[in-house]
């Protein structure tokens, strides 16, 4: 029988994540083996990925193993992804999502949160992640956080910053939330936050057809749904954009929000409709957004960029 070969990212989580994976498709049968690989978001842990400017910083070394037939499929946090993948990667399935919400993590308490003018420094490499924050508390001070989710707690509890936000699915995955930390329920999470892909080559039908079983047709639906609205915005994972479907009874409940990078503007989209209309629903959700003061934001976003 075939091996299949997994690639990964070598964190605790991106490890979690493959062996989860590995545990799935040995259940159905075949032999699997994890290949750890470096990706360039792992090695450059200083400049900020808002300043990066790379899609799919933390995929492309999986890609190139994939292409170069170093390994058959590749695991993903989803929301690392790039809308397009890569030319002859498809997705192969998408894991039942998990938390899709981020963490507030505090470095002693959170009574700095009951300070009206008190000047707090809130760690965060997500440009999304600081444009929220800063829309919310425009008096705070937001200092750059880069590394493993390991990495990151022990830097954030070592240094002067009161508190750190980190996505509550990676801590919740390898045991690590702490007693000090609170969901952060009104900061709309990432594209895809808390969902995991497995990609592998378009031409590998045995492959694709081993991983069929393994996809979660909701979550499926609802991080296309986010990532249809985000491409129709023209953005990726270094612009200030979050989106949000669930679906309850029958109906698909959607948020999705893009900010200037300095938290200062924002427009802002909620829909409720059926599961029929979920095809169009992203897309359409964005046209509306762009309309709604949208536009001048994506265009302040690109000229920052340039």
């Not at 946090?77 to 938390?99: E, N, W």
């Amino acid at each position: 029988m075939r091996t299949i070969r997994i690639g990964t990212r070598e964190s605790e989580l991106a490890l979690w994540q493959a062996n989860q994976v590995s545990q799935l498709i040995q259940q159905a049968g075949h032999h699997t083996q994890l290949v750890p690989i470096k990706s360039e978001g792992d090695i450059d842990l200083i400049t900020p990925l808002y300043e990066m400017g790379v899609e799919g910083i933390f995929t492309k070394s999986l890609d190139i193993a994939l292409l170069n037939d170093r390994i058959d499929i590749a695991v993903h946090s989803m929301k690392d992804v790039p809308i397009k993948t890569a030319t002859g990667i498809i997705q192969a399935a998408v894991l039942k999502r998990g938390s899709a919400f981020d963490l507030l993590v505090f470095r002693n308490d959170n009574t700095f949160l009951m300070e009206e003018n008190y000047v707090a420094h809130i760690a965060t490499s997500s440009i999304r992640r600081r444009a929220q924050w800063l829309h919310k508390y425009p008096h705070h001070k937001i200092q750059n956080l880069r590394g493993n989710v390991n990495t990151r707690l022990d830097k954030l509890h070592t240094s002067n910053w009161d508190a750190a936000i980190f996505a509550k699915a990676g801590l919740e995955r390898i045991n690590r939330i702490p007693i000090a930390s609170t969901v952060l329920e009104w900061m709309l999470p990432a594209p895809a936050q808390g969902a995991i892909m497995i990609v592998c080559r378009e031409s590998d039908k045995e492959v694709i057809e081993s991983c069929a079983g393994l996809n979660d047709d909701s979550t499926a639906l609802c991080t296309k749904i986010e990532r249809d609205f985000l491409h129709a915005l023209l953005g990726g994972c270094s612009t200030p954009i979050s989106a949000y479907a669930i679906i309850n009874n029958g109906f698909i409940h959607f948020k999705g929000n893009i900010l200037s990078p300095d938290g200062r503007q924002i427009a802002e989209i909620e829909k409720n409709v059926t599961c029929r209309e979920a095809e169009v629903l992203g897309k359409n959700a964005a046209k509306e957004l762009l309309l709604k003061g949208g536009e001048e934001i994506t265009h302040l976003i690109q000229h920052v960029a340039e």
